[in-house]
């Protein structure tokens, strides 16, 4: 998955179906996978549903592209973003795309882009249909990206809520059964894991996956208050970045000695 900055990314967003007040979270976590090089946003500009955006346009460099509604009950804006998408992919300029929309529409297109190699970034609310979640290398809820809102946290689903207690998590048998998978999957005879490591192997089993979901802003933050998981800090030196190791308390490992 190209998720550094070097990584070339098209940002396309469905104005019509993903609201303004996101667009702030949205490019900043655009900008944690890759520089957004191309910036567009479709929608019918004429009318006055798209106000909101219209003030994010100029202020944050995304260009408006026109499309009418020709039909009551009809969305163009899906079709003209489709054949955008595949021009730029095309193209050859890209390593990504970032596909702004809660509609299942878009799901055979993000399926397309990764068969071509490239890697897809999906970003809607929690309403959007698993089948595109699915589709894309990573999926952001946009519920994560701005601030979190007074709601009754629901376990297992994601929601931007206050974060769940110890015994809320590890009720949780979805998230701790990916949690436990992906560190013995990451991890070596010793039994311990790179934290990079087990996020990654969560990411790919579950492109939704995000510990802000859960009311942490980081993994190693969520697998910590699960309380089952030893977790340690190793600083290298030589101005290296100290890397943060897991390891599940409930299995049993052969010492060197042994």
């Known amino acids: 998955m190209a998720n550094d900055n070097s990584a ?11 609201q303004a007040a996101i667009v702030d979270g949205l490019l900043a976590e655009v900008a944690k996978y890759g520089t957004a090089h191309v910036k ?3 929608g019918d500009w004429t009318g006055t549903s798209l106000r909101s955006w219209k003030e994010q346009l100029l202020a944050q460099s995304i260009q408006p592209i026109q499309q009418f509604s020709y039909t009551v009950g009809k969305n163009a804006t899906d079709s003209a973003m ?18 702004v929309s809660s509609d299942s529409d878009f799901t055979r297109l993000a399926s397309r882009i990764r068969e071509s190699g490239l890697t897809v970034y999906g970003f809607g609310e929690r309403k959007t249909p698993k089948p595109f979640v699915a589709a894309c290398d990573k999926f952001i809820y946009t519920e994560n990206l701005v601030e ?18 110890t015994a809320q998590l ?30 990654q192997i969560v990411t790919k089993q579950r492109s939704d996956f995000d510990p802000r979901s859960y009311g942490y802003a980081k993994l190693g933050g969520l697998i910590g208050a699960i309380g089952l998981f030893e977790v340690e800090r190793r600083e290298h030196g030589d101005g290296k970045a100290a890397v943060i190791w897991v390891k599940d308390r409930r299995r049993r490992y052969k010492t060197p000695a042994e």
């Not at 009754?152 to 207690?165: F, L, M």
């Not at 701790?176 to 996020?199: H, K, T």
């Open 40 to 42: 567009r946003a479709f």
């Open 170 to 199: 590890r009720g949780d048998t979805s998230l701790m059964n990916l949690i436990r998978a992906a560190v013995e999957a990451a991890s070596g005879d010793d039994g311990w894991a790179p934290l990079a490591a087990v996020g």
């Open 8 to 18: 070339k990314l098209a940002v396309l967003i469905d104005a019509d179906n993903a």
């Open 148 to 165: 979190p809102a007074e709601v009754t946290p629901v376990i297992g689903e994601p929601a931007a809520a206050p974060a769940p207690s």
């Open 82 to 99: 489709i054949i955008d998408a595949m021009d730029l992919l095309y193209s050859g300029r890209f390593d990504g795309f970032c596909i």
